[in-house]
C-alpha cells in the first residue's frame, strides 16, 4: 500500500457516511501498518546494465547471449511468436499462457550478427541484439519495427526484488493501441499508463481514470507493420507513452518512444510480428481461446444494483414485455444476498427464486449472479466457517488473516492463486446453480473495497500461495481477478458439463479471454463517458478479450434522453449490450425517457436480435481465430494512416461498419471509410472507400454500413436463419463465413462458406460446409443492386 489508497479512504468519509467512512479509514491504516511490518525498507541500491557481450550458445528456436553482467535468452516459438528473457526469466510459469510454452521452431537459427553483435533468423522475423544489450525487431526484409535499449535495474544493497526499466523505439509515424481496457484509447495519447488494476474511486470519461482492467499488451502499428508486444509481468509498473514526429528536428525523424518501469519482478517479453489478423491468432494461441459465450448472452441484458424484490424483478420483465422490448437476461445484485453475504439469498425479498428463475427461463429470459470475492468475516456463516476450516483466506505476513471492509462489512478474501483454493471457490456456485442462475458477474475482484472508493484491499505484503512458488500481493494483486475467473469456470464446468459457463469479470490480466469477458465499470454519464465505453471495447478486443461492453447511460446520475438513446444505440452493436441502473443513477429501464426514445430503443433492440445469428457467427470465429467481434477501422489496412487514426467508428466482423453518435444534437456525421464499396444499409445507398463521406444520423438509428459482397447472418421474421447478402460491385467478388448456432453445449460448430459473385446479371451465392456445395440451404436476400 502506499499514501494514495489512504488518500481515497480520507476523501471516502464524505461520500459514504461517517460510520462506513471511518471503517474504511481504519482498514486502509491497519494495511499501511501491514506493509510497514512486512516489507523491508528498500534502503541503498545498486544500478546494473548488461555490460558487453561475451559469448553466445545456440539452443533450440535461439539461444542464449550472454554478457559482463547479464543473461539473455531468446526463443522463437513454432507458432512465430519470439520470446526473450534476462538473467535467467523463461516463459514459465506464466498466469497469461494457456498452457505450456510452444515448442520452439527448429529452422530458427543464432549467428553473428554485425559490430561484434548476434541474431536470430527465422522465417517471420529477425531479432538482433547488440554487443551492448540493445535487441531490434525487424521483419524478413530487415525493416526494422522496434528496438529495446539496453535494460536498467536497481537492485536493493541489502536484498530484494529490483524495480527495472525497458526503453523501446518504434517508428515515428507508429501508432500505441492497447494496455487493457482504457477510457482514453484506442490510440493511447502521449502520456503515464498506469499498471495496476483500480477499482473506480469515481466516474470518468474519456482520458481520464485508472482502469480497473490493465495489461501490459501493446499493439504498435506503423507503415512499416503491426506487431504485439507483451511485458509477462503482474507487478506494479507504469508505460511512458510519447508518439513520434517525421521530419522533427532539421528533417530528422523522431521515433516513438514506450518506456516502462516495474517495481520487481522478471524482465520477459513476447513479441508476435504480423498483419493485425495473424497477431491476433498467434495471441489467442499463446493465452487461449477466447470463451464462447452462450446465444442468449449476446442478446439484451437488464440489470440494477437492487431491484428489492422478486416483484420488481418481474414488473421490469413485463414492462419490457408490454412494450416489445426484447430482453434475454436480467441481472441481480448483491441486494439479493442476505446482508451482502456471497453464496445465500434474503429469503424475504427472494422467497422463491429457483421459482422465478424457472418462470423467466421459459420466458427465455436468463438469471445472472453477482458474486464478490469479499467473504464476510462472521462465525455463522457457511461459506467463512469452511474456509476458515480449510485455510483459504488471504494471511499477512505475520500469518494474520488480513481483513478488509466490503459491503458486507469486515470481510476476509480467498487466495485464487492457489489450486486447492480456486476448486474449493468453484465448488461453491453449486449453490447459485440451485437457485436457478444461468451466468455470474463477477465484481469488486481487483481486488477493492467499496466500488465508490476504488482502494486497494489487500496490504501489498499480504502472503499468496502463487501455485505453490509463494510471493506477496506485488505480484498477485493483478493477477487475482484472473485466478478467480478460473476458479469460477472451471467449477462451473465441472457442476453443470453438458452447458458452457458464462460469466464475466470487471478485472482480470492478459488470459482473461480463457474463462469469458468483462464490462467498463465506472463510466462517466456524459456525452465524455459514451465515448470512453467505445475505447475501453476496441481497447480490450486488441488485448484478446472480444467480449465486453459498457453500462448504457454510464454509472452515475441519470442521462439525459437524448445521450441514453445514442448510448443504447451503440451499445446495440457491441458484444456484451447490458442496460444497467447503478446506485444514485436512477432508473435506466427505456421507458423512463419518453415515448420516442422508447420506439427508437425498440428499434435499436429488434435489429439486435435480428442479428443475432451474425453475433454468434462472430463469437465462434473468435474462438477459432482470436480476432474480436469489434475492430478498429484499420484492422485490414493497417497501413492507412487516415484510418489509424479514426477512432468514432468501428467494424462489427468484416461485414459491417457502425459509426455511432457520439457528440449532442447530431443528425449526421462524417465516416473514414476503409477501401471497398459500402453501403448505408438504412438507404441501400452506396459509398466507395477509401475516403471520407458523410452521412445521413437521424435520432431514430446510427449509421450502419454494409461491405460490399457481404454476406451477414440474420434471423427471419420466423426465427429461422437467413442470409443478407450485399452486392459487390460490379466485376467483384466478395463471400463471408456462416456459424448456424450449435447451441450452449460443447458441440463444435460446423463453418459454412459462402462465395458472392456476378454471374450475367445476376448476384449469386455459392454455399460450402464439410464436402457439400450447392445454392444455400437458407433463404437470401441480396440488397444493394440499385445502389443510389
Not at 430482453?327 to 422467497?351: I, K, N, W, Y
Amino acid at each position: 500500500m502506499d499514501g494514495r489508497d489512504l488518500v481515497r479512504s480520507v476523501k471516502a468519509i464524505g461520500s459514504a457516511g461517517a460510520a462506513r467512512g471511518a471503517r474504511t479509514v481504519w482498514a486502509a491504516w491497519r494495511r499501511w501498518r501491514a506493509d510497514a511490518k512486512g516489507l523491508a525498507p528498500r534502503g541503498a541500491e545498486r544500478a546494473r546494465v548488461p555490460g558487453v557481450v561475451r559469448e553466445a550458445v545456440p539452443g533450440p528456436g535461439g539461444g542464449v547471449v550472454r554478457f559482463d553482467r547479464s543473461e539473455l535468452r531468446i526463443l522463437v516459438a513454432v507458432n512465430g511468436a519470439v520470446f526473450w528473457g534476462w538473467d535467467g526469466a523463461g516463459p514459465e510459469p506464466s498466469y497469461a499462457l494457456a498452457g505450456r510454452c510452444p515448442e520452439p521452431d527448429p529452422r530458427a537459427v543464432l549467428e553473428p550478427d554485425k559490430d561484434g553483435g548476434w541474431r536470430v533468423v527465422a522465417e517471420r522475423v529477425t531479432v538482433a541484439v547488440s554487443r551492448n544489450g540493445a535487441i531490434e525487431v525487424c521483419t524478413p526484409g530487415g525493416v526494422p519495427l522496434r528496438r529495446d535499449l539496453p535494460p536498467r535495474w536497481w537492485e536493493p544493497a541489502g536484498g530484494g526484488p529490483a524495480r527495472w526499466m525497458q526503453r523501446s523505439e518504434v517508428a515515428a509515424d507508429a501508432r500505441f493501441f492497447g494496455l487493457g481496457g482504457r477510457p482514453s484509447g484506442p490510440r493511447l495519447r502521449d502520456g503515464v499508463h498506469r499498471l495496476w488494476n483500480t477499482g473506480p474511486g469515481r466516474a470518468s470519461g474519456a482520458g481520464e481514470g485508472p482502469p480497473h482492467l490493465t495489461m501490459p499488451v501493446q499493439l504498435v502499428v506503423a507503415d512499416a507493420g503491426t506487431h504485439l508486444v507483451f511485458r509477462d509481468n503482474s507487478w506494479d509498473g507504469a508505460v511512458t507513452l510519447r508518439e513520434g514526429a517525421e521530419g522533427a528536428g532539421s528533417g530528422h525523424d523522431r521515433p516513438g518512444v514506450s518506456e516502462l518501469r516495474m517495481e520487481g519482478g522478471p524482465l520477459r517479453c513476447w513479441v508476435v510480428v504480423g498483419t493485425p489478423a495473424r497477431v491476433a491468432l498467434v495471441w489467442a494461441s499463446l493465452t487461449g481461446a477466447p470463451a464462447v459465450p452462450p446465444a442468449w448472452a449476446l442478446g439484451h441484458h437488464h440489470a440494477r444494483s437492487a431491484f428489492g424484490s422478486e416483484q420488481e424483478v418481474r414488473a421490469v420483465v413485463a414492462g419490457h414485455h408490454e412494450r416489445g422490448l426484447p430482453l434475454d437476461a436480467v441481472h441481480l445484485g448483491a441486494d439479493h444476498f442476505e446482508a451482502h453475504q456471497v453464496f445465500t439469498v434474503d429469503r424475504d425479498r427472494f422467497p422463491k427464486l429457483p421459482v422465478l428463475a424457472e418462470e423467466l427461463r421459459r420466458d427465455g429470459i436468463r438469471l445472472v449472479s453477482v458474486v464478490d470475492p469479499a467473504v464476510r468475516a462472521a462465525a455463522g456463516h457457511a461459506v467463512y466457517d469452511e474456509g476458515t476450516a480449510r485455510d483459504v483466506f488471504v494471511r499477512d505476513a505475520s500469518g494474520a488473516v488480513v481483513r478488509g471492509v466490503a459491503r458486507p462489512g469486515e470481510v476476509v478474501f480467498p487466495d485464487f492463486t492457489d489450486g486447492r483454493v480456486r476448486a474449493w471457490w468453484g465448488r461453491l456456485y453449486a449453490e447459485r446453480l440451485e437457485q436457478g442462475f444461468a451466468g455470474f458477474r463477477h465484481d469488486m475482484d481487483e481486488p477493492t473495497s467499496f466500488a465508490a472508493f476504488g482502494e486497494a484491499t489487500l496490504p501489498r505484503s499480504a502472503r499468496h500461495a502463487l501455485e505453490g512458488r509463494g510471493g506477496d500481493h506485488r505480484e498477485a494483486h493483478n493477477v487475482y481477478a484472473l485466478c478467480m475467473a478460473r476458479a469460477g469456470y472451471e467449477g462451473l464446468r465441472a457442476l453443470a458439463p453438458e452447458v458452457r459457463p458464462f460469466l464475466f469479470s470487471r478485472s482480470g490480466w492478459a488470459g482473461l479471454q480463457r474463462y469469458g469477458g468483462t464490462w467498463s465499470d465506472g463510466v462517466a454519464t456524459g456525452w465524455p463517458g459514451l465515448r470512453a465505453s467505445l475505447s475501453v471495447v476496441l481497447g480490450l478486443g486488441l488485448c484478446g478479450v472480444p467480449y465486453s461492453g459498457p453500462d448504457v447511460g454510464g454509472c452515475d446520475g441519470t442521462p439525459a434522453p437524448e445521450l441514453y438513446l445514442r448510448w443504447f444505440q451503440l451499445a446495440s452493436y457491441l458484444p456484451l449490450f447490458r442496460t444497467h441502473a447503478a446506485p444514485r443513477a436512477g432508473r435506466r429501464e427505456p421507458w423512463e425517457f419518453g415515448p420516442e426514445v422508447l420506439a427508437h430503443a425498440r428499434a435499436a433492440l429488434l435489429e439486435r436480435r435480428r442479428l443475432l445469428p451474425y453475433f454468434v457467427t462472430l463469437a465462434h470465429l473468435a474462438r477459432r481465430t482470436g480476432a474480436p467481434y469489434v475492430r478498429p477501422v484499420w484492422w485490414g489496412t493497417p497501413e492507412d494512416r487516415a484510418l489509424r487514426d479514426c477512432e468514432d467508428a468501428f467494424l462489427l466482423g468484416d461485414g459491417l461498419l457502425v459509426a455511432p453518435v457520439l457528440e449532442p444534437g447530431a443528425d449526421r456525421r462524417a465516416v473514414r471509410l476503409p477501401p471497398g464499396r459500402w453501403y448505408d444499409t438504412a438507404t441501400e445507398r452506396a459509398y466507395q472507400g477509401p475516403g471520407q463521406v458523410v452521412v445521413e444520423a437521424p435520432l431514430s438509428r446510427i449509421p450502419v454500413l454494409a461491405r460490399g459482397g457481404a454476406v451477414i447472418p440474420v434471423r427471419g421474421d420466423q426465427g429461422g436463419l437467413e442470409l443478407e447478402v450485399w452486392a459487390p460491385a460490379r466485376g467483384r467478388a466478395g463471400g463471408g463465413l456462416v456459424v448456424p448456432d450449435p447451441g450452449d453445449g460443447w458441440e463444435e460448430p460446423v463453418i459454412e462458406r459462402c462465395a458472392v459473385r456476378w454471374r450475367d446479371r445476376r448476384v449469386v451465392v455459392e454455399w460450402e460446409r464439410e464436402g457439400e456445395a450447392g445454392h444455400p440451404p437458407y433463404p437470401v436476400r441480396v440488397r444493394g443492386l440499385e445502389p443510389r
